[in-house]
């Protein structure tokens, strides 16, 4: 049962955020264009998936956003994160993540995609991001979430991205992004998420875990992603996300958490930043009211933990419903 008492905490600025989500997808000469032009796929996920935790997806033109990000598909069945752009595991995701918010995963030439993601695993288990080689346990949960909302994840071989993931574990609970690399929170989503997605979740310590994941909060109410750093909106996603996998979401103060998130709006132009008074972009946008939903703040859809889309497109890839 949900005890918080929410208007005290502040109220989210709905149109405002919504607003600012369209008014910067189409200023193409924007800085934060600029700037973002590598990584514009990771972008329509970011901002589509916001308005759909918000109940406005229908403000853009589906066939427009899917005419435009087939375009980023590769020869090799990877996307780019803009047309023309190499492609990588990270694009992919993203690319998939659009179309099952808009139903049409279908679009997609499901066993090319699928042959591409399975192409990168490696001998040990562990993923390659691209063709030049770089690992990291990001790469396994992109490629197994992929391949999971794909339904293809029989193209790997699960037992041993599983085994790898496992070989990243640390001595405090956490994980790193390679074996023997520090405990980050970041990480700790990927390598959980896709061990729940697999099944594999008792491998998780999660008293130990949640113990380290809970002392990311810090007096403001906000969430870091390593000790001794500062709060960040974003983590309210990767240690939160977390947390609920584990069952261990109720060892956090989340009426502090959701105000801090609240503090960081923008109320006069919409967007959320990373911390309060700072500039704010669609990442933390994106972050901060999925972690609103996860908090289950009144008003917005809810979403998985673990796939990072809403729960009823989760369910309609599942269950048919």
Known sequence: ???LDYSRMGELAVEKHVKFILTIEKEKDSFESVVMEHIRLNGAYWAL???????????V???????WMMQCQHESGG????????PHLLYTLSAIQVLALFDKIDALDIDKVSNYIAGLQNNDGSFSGDMWGEIDTRFSCVAILSLALLKRLDKINVEKAVNYIVSCKNLDGGFGCTPGAESHAGQIFCCVAALAVTGSLHH?????LGWWLCERQVKSGGLNGRPEKLPDVCYSWWVLSSLIMIDRVHWIDKEKLIKFILDCQ??????????????????????????LSLLEYPGLKAIDPAYALPVDVVNRIFFGR
């Open 1 to 3: 049962m949900n005890m």
């Open 49 to 59: 998936t916001t308005l759909d935790i918000l109940g406005k997806l229908n403000t």
């Open 61 to 67: 033109d589906q066939d427009e956003v899917v005419s």
């Open 79 to 86: 996307f780019g994160g803009n047309i023309g752009h190499d």
């Open 204 to 208: 998780v310590d999660k008293d130990l």
């Open 266 to 291: 923008d109320k006069e132009n919409g967007g959320i930043s990373d911390q309060p008074e700072d500039a704010v972009d669609v990442f933390h946008t994106y972050f901060g009211v999925a972690g």
